[in-house]
């Protein structure tokens, strides 16, 4: 279908035609074909290989719909486009501009001609292949509304309209994706003349010193052509950007359904060949776009450099401001966006569109849920935090989710008052046994040991109740896109932290559980006749029923608070190995930045170098929130500790003969250093990583930069060298190594002076 059948005419029956053509192709055969399609993948719903079949295709005519609709649609602008490109400013001037302008337009035919062969060249194959195969079924998997058999007028009927169908779809596409190349390749050659007559500022004829009034006339010729350039991009994005951002969005469906197709075909060699043919025409159909796009953004990086060939060393100093004036504008590239403006069509975008193609298709293939490298991205985050984020929200002290009905959140918050009186009462019975008994030194230790542990779970159910929201914030914040390994060696890295963090998890679960279970176990063989945690005993221990009923309170009351403190202390130094983990990767890629031989090279280092400022940023802002998230229950904690090591110190040294009394109390004296231990190491791990930044960035090859980038690197080191820490409620103190040597030590003098004076 050429342009001007899309294009209003003036006389009456010209402009019938004109819809009667516009309804023939995108009514009848474009959206009719979508819908018979669609209807085919309902109908085999439960079949993957005949839904894959059907929605190859379905993709495709999205796709040209979305094309043909966006011609109607910007008809005017189209025609005021083609308008610019006829401006007297886009004429070449000399013999070498007229060479580039004649290379453009021969590269735009081969383009053009050499897609329309491999466009046809598919079309070709997707329509007579089947007929060599099967002659009995139809060139497309499409519903068949005549169910006709080979030979019946329905079946004919349908294979000519298959036949009409797909090739207007492929004419189509032809059209549009050359013209737009097309496009791009003018305004690359438009770019290039502009470079040429950058180059030739300040030169007068035959090489000579051009005056300074010559010099302004250049640069304002220069300016104004500048413009035109970035008016006639600014139209050309403005009328296709959103259909061939469509195309890449459809463009993915269609090559994953082909790679999956293609696995499924390893043994039929016709359809292997059909297949292989469609995606070489769908990866042409991308990749030229993308190339030509991303050559405008290339030859615009360009540009600086072009200017600063120009004969400016001795123009008048009002020039000279002028083109400093210019080439502070030229840094701003010129770029083909996207529907999200953050990205460009450029080459970058097609290697991604493949990466997350291949990734897809193999997950298809495999059975995985997983898909795109974001959806992987997000499954090896959520290993950080999945099952004890569950248990909290299980507790009902994490956020309660924007979609939860009232129900829900009554269910929520009576699970929290639940959990909060059952904490409540322990801690009650703890202290009316201490008051009891508030001239006995053994018994007052017997209950501490346990009413402290107590005492930090209360700590953390408040702290996270209280401040769910910066918590629900922060996990949402660890699925940013500028946490997402960009390299394979960062995802190495990435794969590494998450493996540690359910390790450690997993060990101190079982730590955790086999401490819990001995003391509720051990003391049902050592004496049968007490509980295992001393507490206020509300009746007499005597009667069968109270001591059976206080028993299984106590179980029922320690388990879900030994879950609290698993789900807790490991989740913070599996927050704080994302941490690690995240600054780790941001050490690789500041060490293999590279060297810089060319401006090119330059200007990316130049790049990498301010993404890598914006991902410490991003580090340190969450490095913020985990600290919220650790430093009460951390600090509450940790004084905690000092009081159940105490304890249990003075336990074990008046009871050394009672061996399950020390395997008991040896195992959770265990625990709770593995407690504090685990959440200062992992603390330390982070900041060491932090503080060796600078020499991660000392490390790549920084002498071969230009002076702008040897400075920014130096900013950076000079940042670098203060490493992150997370601060205690007092803020002069970190969790680190030294702190949890000083708690061992703190607990052990006091230990010797209780000994002491008790004795």
Not at 403 to 420: D, E, G, K, P, V
Not at 516 to 528: E, G, K, R, T
Not at 615 to 626: N, P, R, S, W
Not at 690 to 705: G, I, K, N
Request: glycine share 4%; aromatic share 12%; net charge positive.
């Amino acid at each position: 279908m050429h342009y001007s059948s899309l294009y209003p005419q003036e006389l009456p029956w010209k402009r019938w035609l004109h819809t009667a053509n516009f309804i023939l192709i995108f009514g009848f055969f474009i959206m009719v074909l979508n819908l018979l399609l669609l209807m085919y993948i309902v109908i085999n719903i439960g079949d993957m290989n005949e839904v894959i079949k059907g929605f190859f295709l379905l993709a495709t005519c999205v796709a040209c719909a979305l094309k043909i609709l966006s011609l109607k649609f910007n008809i005017l602008e189209l025609d005021r486009l083609f308008a610019h490109m006829h401006d007297a400013e886009f004429k070449p001037l000399s013999l070498e501009e007229q060479r580039i302008f004649l290379n453009a337009r021969q590269l735009s035919r081969t383009t053009r001609n050499s897609y329309s062969t491999v466009s046809l060249c598919s079309l070709v194959t997707m329509l007579l292949t089947q007929y060599a195969i099967d002659n009995t079924q139809l060139p497309l998997a499409t519903y068949d509304p005549f169910h006709g058999e080979r030979g019946s007028f329905g079946f004919r009927f349908m294979y000519v309209y298959h036949c009409c169908a797909l090739s207007s779809a492929c004419f189509l596409n032809i059209t549009f994706d050359s013209l737009c190349c097309s496009i791009f390749i003018f305004i690359r050659g438009q770019l290039d003349i502009f470079a040429l007559r950058l180059q030739s500022i300040g030169k007068g004829l035959q090489s000579e010193m051009a005056t300074d009034a010559e010099m302004l006339l250049q640069l304002k010729r220069c300016i104004h052509y500048h413009k035109k350039i970035v008016e006639l991009t600014a139209d050309m994005e403005a009328i296709v950007y959103k259909p061939i951002s469509g195309q890449i969005f459809c463009s993915v469906l269609v090559l994953t359904a082909n790679f999956y197709s293609m696995s499924q075909l390893t043994d039929e060699t016709l359809l292997l060949l059909k297949m292989l043919i469609y995606q070489n025409c769908m990866l042409t159909q991308i990749f030229i776009i993308c190339y030509f796009a991303g050559e405008i953004t290339e030859r615009s990086y360009g540009l600086p450099h072009d200017l600063y060939k120009s004969n400016w060393v001795g123009a008048h100093r009002t020039n000279q401001r002028l083109l400093l004036m210019l080439m502070q504008r030229l840094d701003l590239p010129l770029r083909i966006k996207t529907l999200n403006s953050s990205h460009s069509f450029d080459l970058m975008l097609f290697s991604s569109l493949i990466t997350s193609n291949v990734l897809d298709s193999a997950s298809l293939y495999k059975g995985s849920a997983a898909g795109i490298l974001m959806s992987e991205h997000h499954e090896i985050t959520s290993t950080f935090y999945k099952y004890q984020v569950w248990y909290f929200n299980f507790l009902g002290v994490w956020q309660v989710p924007r979609h939860a009905t009232r129900w829900q959140r009554c269910l929520h918050q009576l699970r929290f008052c639940l959990i909060l009186s059952i904490v409540a009462i322990m801690l009650l019975f703890f202290a009316i046994r201490v008051l009891a008994n508030i001239d006995q030194l053994n018994v007052i230790l017997q209950v501490f040991f346990m009413f402290a542990t107590e005492v930090s779970c209360m700590s953390k159910l408040l702290s996270i109740k209280l401040r769910n929201r910066n918590h629900a914030r922060l996990i949402e914040a660890m699925h940013s896109s500028c946490f997402r390994p960009g390299s394979k060696k960062e995802a190495l890295i990435f794969r590494r932290g998450a493996e540690r963090s359910i390790k450690l998890r997993n060990f101190y679960a079982c730590t955790s559980l086999l401490a819990a279970s001995l003391i509720l176990v051990m003391q049902w063989f050592v004496d049968n006749n007490a509980l295992p945690l001393s507490m206020y005993e509300p009746c007499d221990l005597l009667s069968s029923g109270c001591y059976y009923g206080l028993y299984f309170y106590q179980v029922m009351s320690l388990m879900p608070t030994c879950w609290l403190n698993i789900a807790f202390d490991s989740i913070a130094p599996s927050l704080l190995y994302f941490l690690e983990t995240q600054l780790a990767m941001l050490a690789s890629h500041l060490e293999s930045l590279g060297t810089a031989e060319t401006d090119e090279d330059n200007l990316r280092i130049a790049r990498e170098l301010r993404n890598c400022c914006v991902h410490y940023a991003h580090i340190f802002q969450l490095k913020d929130l985990v600290d919220g998230f650790i430093k009460v229950p951390g600090s509450v904690q940790m004084l905690c500790s000092v009081l159940v090591l105490v304890s249990n110190f003075y336990a074990i040294s008046i009871r050394t003969k009672e061996t399950a009394f020390m395997i008991m109390m040896a195992s959770y004296q265990f625990v709770m250093l593995l407690q504090i231990f685990i959440i200062c190491y992992s603390a330390d791990e982070m900041s060491y990583r932090s503080a060796v930044l600078s020499h991660s960035l000392y490390s790549a090859d920084w002498t071969t930069w230009n002076r702008s980038n040897r400075k920014l690197a130096l900013l950076m080191m000079l940042r670098f060298n203060e490493p992150l820490h997370m601060h205690t409620l007092n803020h002069s103190q970190c969790f680190n190594s030294t702190t949890f040597s000083s708690i061992v030590n703190c607990s052990y003098s006091y230990f010797a002076l209780l000994k002491r004076v008790n004795s």
